[in-house]
């Protein structure tokens, strides 16, 4: 059995890392991830969806504890 049915759909990726089409696809992800209005506007996003950056809501589950 060859190497890339034993990886399965890992293999698949690795064949479309080293193709043409996939080689052009990871230089062009590279450029774009070396621009820096691109990482801010990726770093706004991560901040948006895992809530950090905004100030805790109160409540029981905030897991602040409150100042005398």
Same mark, same amino acid.
């Given at each position: 059995?060859?190497?890339m049915k034993k990886l399965g759909g890992i293999g698949g990726l690795i064949a479309l890392?080293?193709?043409?089409?996939g080689k052009k696809a990871i230089a062009k992800a590279q450029q774009l991830a070396a621009d820096p @209005?691109?990482?801010? @506007?990726?770093?706004?996003?991560? @901040? *948006?969806?895992?809530? *950090?950056?905004?100030?805790?809501?109160?409540?029981?589950?905030?897991?602040?504890?409150?100042?005398?």
């Open positions: 059995m060859s190497l890392a080293n193709s043409p089409a @209005k691109n990482r801010a @506007k990726v770093e706004q996003l991560l @901040k *948006k969806v895992t809530g *950090k950056g905004t100030p805790p809501t109160g409540g029981p589950t905030s897991g602040a504890a409150p100042r005398p």
